[in-house]
């Protein structure tokens, strides 16, 4: 069965970092598009960053770059999103999303175009 976990999450003051992770488990990553999404309350889920299986392609989204990097380790089977000079409007729960078929493009990651999904991870950033 294919599962996708987070961690990483947390509380975390204005200007610092956390690093989320989104570990596969039942299947090989390497061969898999990742997503990264988030939920904040009262809004819609919103397209973050993503990467492609290979790692050469990346995208973010206008309100993170600089600041976010995603980045992934086949060899530990995760992806990552390192989160910098973090602003209270990055308050939300974080997702992670994968497919086999899904390459990462200008267009930034589209929730239907991911199958496989994680339960999510909450990060607040608040003094």
């Known amino acids: 069965q294919l599962q996708l976990v987070e961690s990483g999450g947390g509380l975390v003051q204005p200007g610092g970092s956390l690093r989320l992770s989104c570990e596969a488990s039942?299947?090989?990553?390497?061969?898999?598009?990742i997503g990264w999404f988030r939920q904040a309350p009262g809004k819609e889920r919103e397209g973050v960053s993503c990467?492609?299986?290979?790692?050469?392609?990346?995208f973010y989204a206008d309100s993170v770059k600089g600041r976010f990097t995603i980045f992934r380790d086949n060899a530990k089977n995760t992806v990552y999103l390192q989160m910098n000079s973090l602003k209270s409007e990055d308050t939300a729960v974080y997702y992670c999303a994968a497919d086999e078929m899904y390459y990462c493009s200008d267009d930034g990651p589209r929730m239907p175009d991911f199958g496989s999904w994680g339960q999510g991870t909450q990060v607040t950033v608040s003094s």
């Open positions: 990467i492609s299986s290979s790692g050469a392609s990346t």
């Open positions: 039942g299947f090989t990553l390497d061969s898999y598009g």
